[in-house]
C-alpha cells in the first residue's frame, strides 16, 4: 500500500513540475515574433497569386484548417475577411490589409480564440527564369501556454509549413 502512496505522489508531483516547466517556458517567450522566409521558384507571379489567394481552398491543401467561412466579399468577389476552423477547435477570423495582384497580399489575424493577433505578408518579385516568394510574419501571442505551446513546436513552424506547401505545389515545374 505505501508503494502505491508513493507511486501516486511521485507521478503527481512529476506531472505537477511539467506543467510549472511548460507555463514557465511559455511566460519566459517573447510575446512578439518576426520571421521571414523566401525561396525562388519557377513559377510565374500569376499562378502564385491565384494558389496564395484562394482562401476557399485552404481545407484542401492545409491539414489544420477544417472548414472556412467567408464573412466578407468586395463587389468583385475579392474575399476580404473570413474565419478559419482548425482541427483543434476554436476559430481564427483574418482580413485582407493589402492586395497588389501578382505583387503583393498582407492578411491580418484580427481574433482567434487562441489569444493570438498577427500579420502575414506575402511579395512575389518576378525573377526571369521565375518568381522569388517572400513571406514575413509578425504575430503575437497573448496567452503563457499558447506561447509555450508554439515555443515546443517551433515558433515559426507555420510560417515554414505555408513555404514549404508553396514550394512542394510549385517545384515540379
Same mark, same amino acid.
Given at each position: 500500500?505505501?508503494?502505491?502512496?508513493?507511486?501516486?505522489?511521485?507521478?503527481?508531483?512529476?506531472?505537477?513540475?511539467?506543467? #510549472?516547466?511548460?507555463? @514557465? #517556458?511559455?511566460?519566459?517567450?517573447?510575446?512578439?515574433?518576426?520571421?521571414?522566409?523566401?525561396?525562388? %521558384?519557377? @513559377?510565374?507571379?500569376?499562378?502564385?497569386?491565384?494558389?496564395?489567394?484562394?482562401?476557399?481552398?485552404?481545407? !484542401?491543401?492545409?491539414?489544420?484548417? #477544417?472548414?472556412?467561412?467567408? %464573412?466578407?466579399?468586395?463587389?468583385?468577389?475579392?474575399?476580404?475577411?473570413?474565419?478559419? &476552423?482548425?482541427?483543434? /477547435?476554436?476559430?481564427?477570423?483574418?482580413?485582407?490589409?493589402?492586395?497588389?495582384? !501578382?505583387? %503583393?497580399?498582407?492578411?491580418? %489575424?484580427?481574433?482567434?480564440?487562441?489569444?493570438?493577433? /498577427?500579420?502575414?505578408?506575402?511579395?512575389?518579385?518576378?525573377?526571369?527564369? /521565375? &518568381?522569388?516568394?517572400?513571406?514575413?510574419?509578425?504575430?503575437?501571442?497573448?496567452?503563457?501556454?499558447?506561447? /509555450? @505551446?508554439?515555443?515546443?513546436?517551433?515558433?515559426?513552424?507555420?510560417?515554414?509549413?505555408?513555404?514549404?506547401?508553396?514550394? !512542394?505545389?510549385?517545384?515540379?515545374?
Amino acid at each position: 500500500m505505501k508503494r502505491i502512496v508513493l507511486f501516486a505522489f511521485g507521478t503527481s508531483f512529476l506531472l505537477i513540475g511539467l506543467v #510549472v516547466l511548460f507555463l @514557465a #517556458v511559455g511566460f519566459f517567450q517573447d510575446p512578439k515574433f518576426h520571421s521571414e522566409t523566401s525561396e525562388w %521558384l519557377k @513559377a510565374e507571379p500569376e499562378d502564385l497569386w491565384a494558389y496564395i489567394t484562394d482562401v476557399r481552398d485552404l481545407p !484542401n491543401r492545409r491539414k489544420e484548417v #477544417v472548414a472556412i467561412k467567408i %464573412l466578407e466579399t468586395r463587389p468583385d468577389g475579392t474575399i476580404t475577411k473570413w474565419e478559419e &476552423t482548425p482541427d483543434m /477547435g476554436g476559430y481564427m477570423i483574418f482580413e485582407l490589409r493589402e492586395s497588389i495582384p !501578382n505583387k %503583393l497580399w498582407k492578411i491580418e %489575424l484580427t481574433d482567434a480564440s487562441f489569444k493570438m493577433r /498577427g500579420s502575414w505578408t506575402y511579395t512575389l518579385e518576378r525573377k526571369i527564369p /521565375g &518568381t522569388v516568394i517572400t513571406i514575413t510574419e509578425d504575430s503575437e501571442i497573448t496567452s503563457i501556454p499558447v506561447r /509555450g @505551446a508554439y515555443f515546443l513546436a517551433g515558433r515559426d513552424a507555420t510560417l515554414q509549413k505555408e513555404m514549404e506547401l508553396i514550394h !512542394n505545389r510549385f517545384s515540379g515545374r
